[in-house]
């Protein structure tokens, strides 16, 4: 048991690498606009609920 996921673990370090900085900047943005859209919309939401009085 413990053997198979050391072995599953070396081959994920193996098939790994580190990204280049235009796929970090691409991945961060991505990151970035999912964050504010649901911030916006919990923002949405909580404001619906504030006017309404709930």
Do not use: H, T, Y
């Not at 673990?9 to 943005?29: C, H, L, N, T, Y």
Request: proline share 2%.
């Amino acid at each position: 048991m413990l053997r198979e996921k050391l072995r599953e673990w070396k081959r994920v370090m193996q098939v790994a690498r580190k990204p280049g900085k235009d796929e970090f900047m691409i991945s961060a943005k991505i990151c970035s606009l999912g964050i504010l859209l649901i911030g916006i919309i919990g923002f949405v939401i909580f404001l619906i609920f504030v006017l309404l009085g709930i």
